[in-house]
């Protein structure tokens, strides 16, 4: 049986799980990739694989749990972030433009994101999908109020959701693609910003 590194059991198994999340996190930044291993995590914690499979049961399911323990946080600032008294389209462009930033910038939640997610298991992927729910109830939000407000197209709020989506992910690629997406990143946001404008507002 493993050290007890707490006072109690339950401390304990809670410390070494976010031991395990950090090393995850640790290893992806430093390789630029999510294609890490178990045994590369248990090393990193000071663990045995057997002791890993008594908190995750795969690699996918580290991860997973990872997005899922950091993401929503994210997103709740990325969301606080966006200035008050935005007109409904300007607001939808903010969101996209700076979930684009943050995936350029972040050298872990947008390596999963945009590089390692597409390779995970459907229901790793189902649980990173649901980290989002936070961004796509707002964008839904605000979609809506400019439909009220007549500045937004009236169709299907669940359709505009992955047309917004679709733009936003192939941004994402098309900066994670670029062999200098500092110098690139600029003009990636300014096409962006006219496709939803045009292709959204009236």
């Known amino acids: 049986m493993p050290r007890i590194r707490a006072e109690t059991i339950a401390e304990h198994r809670a410390l ?3 031991q395990v999340l950090e090393a995850a996190k640790e290893l992806i930044a430093d390789l630029g990739s999510a294609e890490i291993t178990l045994g590369e ?6 663990i045995g694989r057997t002791t890993l499979y008594e908190y995750f ?12 323990d950091q993401l929503p946080g994210v997103v709740r ?3 606080a972030s966006v200035p008050e008294g935005l007109t409904a389209p300007e607001h939808l462009v903010e969101v996209a433009q700076r979930t684009i930033r943050f995936v350029a910038t972040d050298r872990v939640l947008g390596v999963i994101l945009h ?3 597409g390779s995970l298991t459907p229901s790793a992927q189902q649980r990173i999908r649901t980290a989002h729910v936070d961004l796509l109830a707002e ?3 605000v979609y809506d109020r400019g439909v009220e407000e007549g500045t937004l197209r009236d169709i299907p709020v669940s359709l505009a959701g ?4 679709d733009a936003v992910m192939s941004a994402a690629r098309a900066v994670i693609a670029s062999p200098d997406p500092d110098t690139d990143l600029d003009e990636i946001l300014a096409a962006l910003r006219t496709f939803l404008l045009h292709g959204l507002s009236h």
């Open 16 to 18: 070494t799980r976010s």
């Open 41 to 46: 995590i248990a090393s990193a914690v000071g």
């Open 57 to 68: 049961a795969d690699r996918d399911d580290v991860i997973a749990s990872l997005v899922e």
């Open 77 to 79: 600032e990325l969301i």
């Open 115 to 117: 590089r390692g997610a």
């Open 139 to 141: 964008v839904a939000e």
């Open 162 to 165: 992955r047309f917004f989506q």
